[in-house]
């Protein structure tokens, strides 16, 4: 099974702490606190922005728990255009102060789509995540706001756990996850979620 563990900061904040942070404690003690301060706030903005605390995930069976911080800005019916069915899609916008990291709604194995972002379509890249119990879900993470791409830690053929780190996106941006057709969605528009922590869906099996 794929791992992303690391501690309450995520990764991607590692170098830029570790350099302003260095420069920080080089100006304070070669020059002074006072010319030291902007550096240290800095130091602070960065913990903010780069937070990535842990989180409880619900004992449900064949529940689907948020894969991101954010609002959710659309509960519809629709194509799914990864897979190639109906389906239903829920959109989570992040908040670009908010916590960046992305979370596995299920566990299971992720798979390559049937279409991606090489598709003459233009897709968004997504990726499909298949259930011990045979469900796909396909979750696309979309580029953030400054058009970076975000970075997805799974790769094709791994296994994850629910809840687990799967993906960061600098700044935050629109995450949507495609789910069965027959799935009971447990959010509505506006509402507030935290990423592996809040039930948005249920998987239903007869």
Same mark, same amino acid.
């Given at each position: 099974m794929a791992t992303s563990r690391y501690p309450f900061i995520a990764r991607e904040g590692w170098l830029s702490l570790f350099l302003? +942070? &260095?420069? =920080? =404690?080089?100006?304070?003690?070669q020059i002074g606190w006072l010319w030291s301060v902007p550096l240290w706030a800095l130091v602070i903005l960065l913990l903010f922005l780069f937070r990535d605390p842990a989180r409880t995930v619900p004992s449900a069976p064949l529940a689907v728990v948020s894969p991101a911080d954010g609002r959710v800005t659309l509960v519809e019916t629709c194509n799914d255009p990864y897979l190639d069915r109906d389906a239903r899609r829920i959109t989570i916008r992040m908040h670009p102060y908010g916590v960046y990291s992305t979370r596995s709604p299920a566990e299971g194995k992720m798979l390559e789509p049937k279409r991606d972002?090489?598709?003459?379509? +233009?897709?968004?890249?997504g990726v499909c995540l298949q259930t011990d119990e045979g469900d796909d879900l396909v979750i696309v993470m979309n580029r953030g706001p400054l058009r970076n791409p975000p970075r997805c830690y799974v790769?094709? &053929?791994?296994? *994850? &756990?629910?809840?687990?780190?799967? &993906?960061?996106i600098t700044l935050g941006s629109t995450v949507d996850i495609y789910l069965p057709l027959n799935s009971?969605?447990? *959010?509505?528009e506006g509402e507030r979620v935290h990423a592996g922590a809040d039930v948005i869906a249920q998987l239903v099996h007869k």
């Amino acid at each position: 099974m794929a791992t992303s563990r690391y501690p309450f900061i995520a990764r991607e904040g590692w170098l830029s702490l570790f350099l302003v +942070g &260095g420069a =920080a =404690a080089t100006v304070f003690y070669q020059i002074g606190w006072l010319w030291s301060v902007p550096l240290w706030a800095l130091v602070i903005l960065l913990l903010f922005l780069f937070r990535d605390p842990a989180r409880t995930v619900p004992s449900a069976p064949l529940a689907v728990v948020s894969p991101a911080d954010g609002r959710v800005t659309l509960v519809e019916t629709c194509n799914d255009p990864y897979l190639d069915r109906d389906a239903r899609r829920i959109t989570i916008r992040m908040h670009p102060y908010g916590v960046y990291s992305t979370r596995s709604p299920a566990e299971g194995k992720m798979l390559e789509p049937k279409r991606d972002s090489s598709d003459p379509t +233009g897709l968004p890249h997504g990726v499909c995540l298949q259930t011990d119990e045979g469900d796909d879900l396909v979750i696309v993470m979309n580029r953030g706001p400054l058009r970076n791409p975000p970075r997805c830690y799974v790769r094709f &053929g791994e296994r *994850v &756990g629910q809840g687990q780190r799967c &993906g960061f996106i600098t700044l935050g941006s629109t995450v949507d996850i495609y789910l069965p057709l027959n799935s009971r969605i447990k *959010v509505q528009e506006g509402e507030r979620v935290h990423a592996g922590a809040d039930v948005i869906a249920q998987l239903v099996h007869k």
